[in-house]
């Protein structure tokens, strides 16, 4: 830890920064970067790029039990444990260190450390549309976004151009091109599936994903070992510790605190304005305040809900902004559990070079011009997968032998394989939200999150259509022993929760305006993933990062005129 903890002076500042993970390390360079003296606040522990990532460059027989977890990790944590192995798992929560409820199976994925998920996210970077932007409007489904596509293109524009976003241009109206570093390169098994769908109405293209293909910012290039949820020593692809942090550091305006677990929001009834922050220090136990003229709460999506919701005044009794009552519903997640497999017996004279860290991408082609669907279902979703050879991992079960002969098959290559799922829209449900238990408190007094969240017969339905199509398309090119499949896997497995704290054009029903500010709270931002108004089907972190960026130029402007 970095600060003094005196006098209230020395815990002023002019921005507070409420998270470090993708949008909060955002936030941070941003608003140091214009000259406000930032101060970030971080619950778990800090790690520095390159000196904290201890596995990065561990080969799987050097972990004592290779790359397997034990059953005391799935004891210990059965819900983060589905997410990580010994390379990665120091950058996630113990969760019977930190419980939440659940009314519905959900998984609450986190990583408490500087930094946060921007460390082990999976790094695809998709644009949303005005396809995204109108579709609760014209159907009638949540509220209406408070802006549209022309208002957060060049926030895209201006991020992409500094995390570095590799991808090739397509010319889609429902997936905007963006400003792209040299693509990955599909292989052979992924170049004939994407030659035989090419008539149709689809297309597959290679993931735009924020691994440089080259230098960048000196940062990279990407060397192809895909180990990158371990922190990578390279700075091959963006994270908070790679980039942003480093870079509000360089300023000299930025502070940074550790081991802070933010309770509340501290509100000013005469101003009507947040005065700043109270802490609970997380080895001490000790309380302390943070003051300032403007406040970040990047937080993520379920914890941000709950600071809103902890934060309680004579104004509002029912948590920080919360007159809507919006403040904790409409808790979205991707589904991303139906798709299918398939091998091809073809390309057996080829290979591929390196561990590609991304895999395919075939953009949303269900419901696009807004005419009737005989579908059944609203919305959309894209394909995401990958093709690649069967390894031994895959094979040794299946094959019999001794000795050399056993060898020479196991080490010989198998037959062509794609595997393929949908990832899909979530639509906003009111009943589908979080609150806070003020029965049940964890270690540091606070009360537990309560999760209550299912998809619905529109997801159902969704997942239907995508496991069918998925099949049709491999059986279509060929592939053999095509099976199509539904994990079944609950809410928050995709780690894309958002939408708690929504954005509006109506403060009775929406909980942030068009920049991100609470309606009756000017000074308080949200821009992590509380604010999204729909889900898309497009990973949101590239949109959480823009409207970062957007927010802290609107903020800043504010400031500079003493209006906040």
Known sequence: MNINKGSNLENTFDAIVIGSGISGGWAAKELSQKGLKTLVLERGRDVKHIIDYPTANLKPWEFKNGLFNTQKDVSESPIQSSNYDPGDKHFFINDSEHPYLQEKP?????????GGRSLTWGRQCYRLSDLDFEANLKDGHGVDWPIRY?????????????????GQRENLSQLPDGNFLPPMELNCVEKHLASSIKNGDRLLTIARVANLTKGW???????????????????GYFSSNSSTLPAGFATGNLTLRDFSIVTEIIYDDSTKKA???????????????????????????IGTASI????????????LGNDSQQVGRNLMDHHSSAGAEGMHENFKDQYYRGRRPAGFLIPRYRNLNGEKSDLGFLR???????????????????IEGFGVDFKNKLTTPGPWTVWMAGWGECLPYAENKISLNENKKDAWGQPLVNINFSFKDNEEKMMNDIQSTSAEMLEKAGFKNVSAFNYKKPGGSTVHEMGTARMGRDPKTSVLNEHNQLHDVKNVFITDGSFMTSSACQNPSLTYMAMTARACDFAYQQVKEGKI
Do not use: M
């Open 150 to 166: 022309k208002d957060i293109a060049p926030w895209y524009d201006y991020v992409e151009k500094y995390i570095g976003v590799s």
């Open 380 to 398: 959309g979703y894209n394909l995401q997968g990958h093709g690649e050879r069967q390894e031994w991992p895959d094979r040794f079960q299946n």
């Open 275 to 301: 005065t700043g922050v109270r802490v609970i220090d997380k080895i001490t136990k000790q309380e302390y305040e943070y003051f300032a003229k403007i406040i970040f709460l990047n937080a993520s999506t």
């Open 308 to 319: 809103l919701l902890n934060s309680k005044s004579n104004r509002f009794p029912d948590g």
């Open 217 to 235: 910012d000196n940062r990279g290039p990407c060397q192809y070992r895909n180990l990158c949820s371990r922190g990578c020593p390279f700075g």
């Open 106 to 114: 959900f998984n609450w994925i986190r990583g408490y450390q500087v």
